[in-house]
């Protein structure tokens, strides 16, 4: 027999707390980025990223020549989705993107850009001119999606 929506809510533990999905997009380090194909589909891709809750925007790392990468070039539109490391919550931030990069100088701003990320992020990296020069020989480019919209849900 089917349960019904309030049935099963009885079965539930005590969620009156307020669930912010900002917290959870706070402490997510896997999500999902959704952007625009060019015939309008979605491309779904893995992505590590690291919400900025001071500037409320999100960024991610990712390397030129990707799909994620060029349909954020034509279209800069994105959604981002987290899960909980139990899979009970979920949020979605959705806005607007702009792309850092690639550069071609391991000094230049482009650069700097990642350098700060990954400051902000991780903390301070062992070897600072390896990093640099990865992110110039991997073409990385920062994402910076300006977050317009974030919803979520704590399913238990």
């Known amino acids: 027999m089917a349960r019904t929506a309030h049935a099963f809510s009885h079965d539930m533990p005590d969620t009156s707390d307020a669930f912010d999905p900002r917290d959870l997009l706070a402490d997510a380090r896997l999500g999902v980025l959704a952007t625009i194909k060019a015939n309008?589909?979605?491309?779904?891709?893995?992505?590590?990223?690291?919400?900025?809750r001071s500037s409320d925007r999100?960024?991610?790392?990712?390397?030129?020549?990707?799909?994620?990468?060029?349909?954020?070039?034509?279209?800069?539109?994105?959604?981002?989705?987290?899960?909980?490391?139990?899979?009970w919550a979920w949020a979605t931030a959705e806005g607007s993107v702009s792309l850092v990069g690639p550069g071609s100088d391991p000094d230049g701003p482009e650069v700097e850009a990642l350098v700060e990320y990954y400051r902000a992020a991780a903390g301070e990296h062992p070897d600072w001119a390896e990093y640099r020069s990865v992110m110039v020989g991997d073409r990385r480019v920062l994402m910076t999606l300006a977050v317009e919209k974030v919803y979520g849900e704590r399913l238990r």
């Open 58 to 87: 999100i960024l991610v790392s990712m390397t030129e020549g990707r799909a994620k990468t060029a349909n954020l070039r034509r279209d800069p539109r994105a959604a981002l989705e987290v899960t909980s490391s139990d899979g």
């Open 40 to 52: 309008g589909m979605p491309q779904l891709s893995p992505v590590t990223p690291f919400y900025d």
